[in-house]
């Protein structure tokens, strides 16, 4: 070909590349690239520009493919994590803001969590809730529909979160399913990204409970009372921990219901025998719980807390107001009406308790105390 005439026709084919979007200098390099191929070319074409142009936007494209191949490569290496341990943290804790979702309400946002990333069956989930399984099945089903619907780019409920992390680890405690391990190591992630007491008060309650669970069981899985417990079994490592966390919450002065449970559960950590238990101190604070709350299950805690403190025909006149149908209503009653000697109704109601108990070890636990209790009966003498 004849070379003058290609190079007269560099800027108007370098021109034509910068208008169809290549910079200067790649235009600059595919027209010397095309000048090549066309020096090299046996036979000279009838529009020799056309076919540089051709040529040229080729050579552009090929070079630009290959520079962005280049730089993805590299960019891939750049967000390759380093080497080694791999960290404790994972995305669970972000799929349990994700089903807190803004748009549901928390009761339906807290069952979808427990169900889809907690592993709670829906009956599980349904005794939480004191509902029929039927009415939690449509509840999480109505929730997965709305969040599938929804966008996920906002921001989760930490109430909520805080709610189900309560709920799962109260769940893996009972003994039904594992997850109190597992709860705690999402409490502990949640409350140092939080600034919010709460976080704290509850990652303090998990430890101090989870502190009592080596001595929560006897030889096959028997249930042990809180007063029957051996203490040295308690981890008092995780005592002091949920302690301080707890003080550290408390000094925010910003009281919510988890950390009134945790004092509760630290004024029980410190007493080093049933005996010592100060159960004024533990009554007061289930004041505090229950003006957070108005849970009747706080209400019938408090019972228990005021049968102990002020004996137990106080307690017996606390469940007076409260609804009998309500779960462990009977056992407290058995509890109380046993401590104030009236053995005889105190072992049909352990009984009743027993029969009314969903959990196995807390049926068998429940029918043992009303044999006790009628042996002990049987034994006593006629007043």
């Known amino acids: 070909m004849n070379e003058p005439q290609l190079r007269e026709l560099v800027p108007a084919v370098i021109g034509v590349l910068v ?17 090549i191929r066309a020096l090299e070319a046996e036979e000279q074409p009838r529009d020799l520009k056309a076919w540089l142009i051709s040529v040229a936007w080729r050579k552009f494209l090929d070079a630009a493919r290959a520079e962005k191949a280049r730089r993805d490569r590299e960019l891939a290496v750049e967000a390759e994590p380093p080497g080694g341990p791999v960290p404790a943290a994972d995305d669970t804790l972000r ?21 889809a990333v907690g592993g709670l069956t829906t009956r599980q989930i349904a005794a939480a809730y004191l509902v029929p399984e039927a009415t939690m099945a449509q509840r999480i089903s109505r929730a997965k529909k709305r969040i599938a619907e929804a966008r996920l780019d906002e921001p ?33 992630q949640l409350a140092a ?27 096959g899985g028997r249930l042990v009372p809180l ?38 559960a630290a004024l029980h950590a410190d007493a080093r025998t049933a005996s010592e238990t100060d159960w004024v101190q533990i009554v007061e604070w289930y004041d ?11 209400r019938l805690n408090r019972a228990v807390a005021v049968g102990e403190a002020d004996g137990p025909r106080a307690g017996l006149a606390e469940i007076a107001e409260i609804d009998p149908a309500l779960p462990r209503y009977t056992a407290v009653a058995a509890y109380l009406r046993e401590r104030a ?18 959990n196995l070890a807390e049926r068998d636990h429940l029918t043992r105390e009303a044999a006790r209790v009628r042996h002990h009966e049987r034994k006593s003498p006629p007043p």
């Open 19 to 35: 208008r169809r979007g290549a910079d200067f200098a790649a235009a600059e390099d595919a027209v010397q690239e095309a000048l």
């Open 95 to 115: 799929l349990y803001f994700l089903c807190a979702h803004p748009t549901l309400p928390p009761s339906s946002a807290v069952a979808l969590t427990l169900r």
């Open 156 to 188: 989760g409920d930490l109430a909520t979160v805080l709610r189900v992390l309560y709920l799962v680890f109260n769940e893996g405690y009972g003994g039904d399913v594992d997850l109190a391990a597992e709860a705690i190591r999402l409490a502990r």
């Open 193 to 219: 990204l939080s600034a919010e007491p709460e976080a704290a008060g509850l990652l303090a309650l998990m430890l101090l409970h989870h502190a009592r669970r080596a001595s929560r069981t006897g030889p």
């Open 227 to 264: 007063a029957e417990q051996d203490r040295s079994r308690w981890d008092t490592e995780l005592i002091t921990e949920g302690v301080t966390i707890l003080q550290t919450a408390l000094a925010r002065d910003r009281l919510g219901e988890y950390q009134a449970q945790a004092a509760i």
């Open 288 to 298: 505090e719980l229950l003006l957070l709350t108005g849970s009747p299950i706080v």
């Open 341 to 358: 000697g009236d053995l005889d109704h105190a072992a049909d109601l352990y009984a009743e308790a027993a029969r009314a108990a969903t």
